[in-house]
């Protein structure tokens, strides 16, 4: 059972929006701790996608942007593509360790 | 390019222990910390521990305490995570990653797969 809450899948049509939310607590992310998301393409490490809730590292694409607000956090993929297919993780702070979400797999109809 | 680069698979038995390595390049090693992450076959990641590299600090997950230990070495800006009384479910890949300033993770390594099997 992990910290932060993800949900198991979700799906989207080429050129879909889909978002991928990330629930925590007042110990995590409602203590002001920031979100990290992460995508981890099939048989490879993962890679840093968002940090710091809402900025992107040079390379990726405008189409994923994240939020933060309250307890939870969000992912959104705008223009879903195929090479999208992945897991997706967050990623905060829950009483100075480091927690992950469980995970959501991608699936592009 | 930064980069992080771990050690070749192994194979252990139960009880036996294991050490990973992961060298870092194209940055300078005492500036940022290393974590270890674990991720179990077709499971999600699991946070093990973090180590300054600066100071050789240690932050270890509490399910792992006593079994775990992570340590650098500066001068060849390497990083290590030892496990000891491996069990079956110890079997996974294992990560390290650089940890930049807000706790993000930023790169990771290739990864290192350990199976634990009699």
């Known amino acids: 059972q992990s910290v932060l809450t993800q949900p198991p899948s979700v799906s989207g049509a080429p050129g879909q929006r889909v978002t991928i939310s990330c629930t925590g607590s007042s110990s995590n992310i409602g203590a002001g701790y920031d979100v990290h998301w992460y995508q981890q393409l099939p048989g490879t490490a993962p890679k840093l996608l968002i940090y710091g809730n809402s900025n992107r590292p040079s390379g990726v694409p405008d189409r994923f942007s994240g939020s933060k607000s309250g307890t939870s956090a969000s992912l959104a993929i705008t223009g879903l593509q195929a090479e999208d297919e992945a897991d997706y993780y967050c990623q905060s702070y829950d009483s100075s360790l480091t927690v992950f979400g469980g995970g959501t797999k991608l699936t592009v109809l | 390019q930064v980069q992080l680069v771990q050690s070749g698979a192994e194979v252990k038995k139960p009880g036996a222990s294991v050490k990973v390595s992961c060298k870092a390049s194209?940055?300078?090693?005492?500036?940022?910390?290393i974590s270890w992450v674990r991720q179990a076959p077709g499971q999600g990641l699991e946070w093990m521990g973090w180590i300054s590299a600066y100071n050789g600090n240690t932050n270890y997950a509490q399910k792992l305490q006593g079994r775990v230990t992570m340590t650098t070495d500066t001068s060849t800006s390497t990083a290590y995570m030892e496990l000891r009384s491996l069990r079956s479910d110890d079997t996974a890949v294992y990560y390290c990653a650089r940890v930049v300033r807000d706790n993000w993770f930023d790169p990771w390594g290739q990864g290192t797969l350990v199976t634990v099997s009699s």
């Open positions: 194209g940055y300078t090693f005492t500036s940022y910390g």
